[in-house]
């Protein structure tokens, strides 16, 4: 509660016992000093899985972009615990490394949904962040089919925010889909793809769609 960088040296001599490791790093990631991210990345190379994953956690709330090359490692790795968290740190960490880490990485199959929600929050950030060209790089590799459902729609959020009326095409494609959850969160997206074209479009379209569709997209015809 108290510390300072000052307490930097004892406590990372801390991080390796077994059982006081926890709370040294609580107390390490609360610290503002550039000393507790090296400390943590130092950390990572020669401590137990156990505790690594802690240490993860710690860099992942810190966001430390210069761990990124060593979790890219480790999210490699065959201890899928470790790997798991090292993925998720990557997607908290966010930025265009952690993008092009987590886009060249290769996962087995059960951790392949972490690797993908990694890669939208990636996107998310890179998106707030007004990086507009990478993040929809990220949505449109999402958003193809044979992807997850919710992978799909969480896209194409995204590609509505960073296309605008660019995002028409494939919110129009959404709606032709007999998915009727597409077709919702495409009916409820109408709203904020501009210009009198996507009106037009969307009203086209209105005959084509199941009622629960047709409800929702009037709505959203009505708030344009």
Not at 89 to 109: C, D, F, K, R, Y
Not at 182 to 197: D, I, M, T, Y
């Amino acid at each position: 509660e108290i510390g300072t960088e000052r307490s930097v040296p004892v406590l990372a001599t801390l991080l390796k016992d077994e059982k006081l490791s926890d709370m040294a790093r609580f107390a390490l990631q609360r610290i503002p000093s550039p000393k507790v991210d090296q400390v943590f990345r130092e950390a990572l190379k020669d401590l137990s899985s156990d505790i690594r994953i802690g240490i993860i956690n710690s860099i992942a709330w810190r966001g430390d972009r210069k761990a990124v090359p060593e979790l890219a490692r480790l999210a490699g790795q065959d201890n899928r615990s470790l790997s798991g968290a090292a993925i998720s740190a990557l997607g908290h960490i966010g930025g265009n490394g952690a993008a092009e880490a987590l886009t060249a990485l290769s996962v087995p199959q059960a951790l392949n949904t972490l690797k993908t929600d990694a890669l939208l929050q990636c996107a998310d950030q890179l998106q707030a962040a007004d990086e507009i060209a990478a993040a929809t790089a990220i949505y449109r590799k999402m958003v193809a089919k044979g992807n997850p459902a919710h992978v799909r729609i969480a896209a194409l959020k995204g590609i509505v925010r960073t296309e605008k009326e660019k995002a028409l095409p494939t919110v129009l494609s959404f709606l032709e889909e007999g998915d009727l959850a597409s077709q919702l969160v495409a009916a409820k997206l109408a709203r904020e793809v501009p210009g009198k074209a996507a009106t037009e479009a969307l009203t086209a379209q209105l005959p084509a769609l199941s009622p629960n569709a047709q409800v929702v997209l009037l709505a959203a015809l009505s708030a344009r």
